[in-house]
């Protein structure tokens, strides 16, 4: 099993060496670590490379009606492309169109996630669809 966990952007930023460190304990337990929201915050690309992160998470405001003539699209493909040449995972939040979807997919999009896929439910509904899809 795979327990990765995401941190926004901001919260990188305060007390940098602590959160080095505490990064660094938790990848050696082999949790993953990704900036959540990716773009909306400081978007440093030092700590990037500082933190040794495993991946960026797109936040929504850059997927929703995205298109190819969009200014979102070129962001986009930017970040997507910069994961791959850092070696990084990549997950597109608010995934709500098949246009969306497609548009990832053809860039490289490792994971997406997003209403397109369902909205969110509790985890008892969450528990009984599983069974559902087991049968």
């Known amino acids: 099993m795979n327990f990765e966990i995401e941190s926004t952007e901001n919260s990188l930023m305060k007390n ?35 933190y040794k992160l495993d991946g960026l998470k797109i936040d929504k405001s850059f997927i929703r009606n995205i298109s190819a003539q969009s200014e979102n699209a070129s962001i986009t493909s930017a970040m997507i492309k910069m994961a ?24 490289g999009c490792h994971h997406v996630q997003g209403y397109f896929f369902g909205k969110p439910v509790c985890a008892g509904e969450f ?6 899809k087991e049968n």
């Open 16 to 50: 940098e060496e602590h959160v080095k460190q505490t990064i660094g304990e938790l990848k050696k337990m082999g949790i993953k670590i990704f900036i959540d929201d990716f773009g909306t915050g400081y978007s440093s690309f030092s700590y990037l490379n500082t």
């Open 84 to 107: 791959q040449l850092l070696n990084m995972e990549i997950i597109a939040e608010g995934v709500e169109t098949l246009e969306e979807l497609e548009f990832l997919r053809e860039h």
């Open 127 to 132: 528990e009984k669809r599983l069974r559902e």
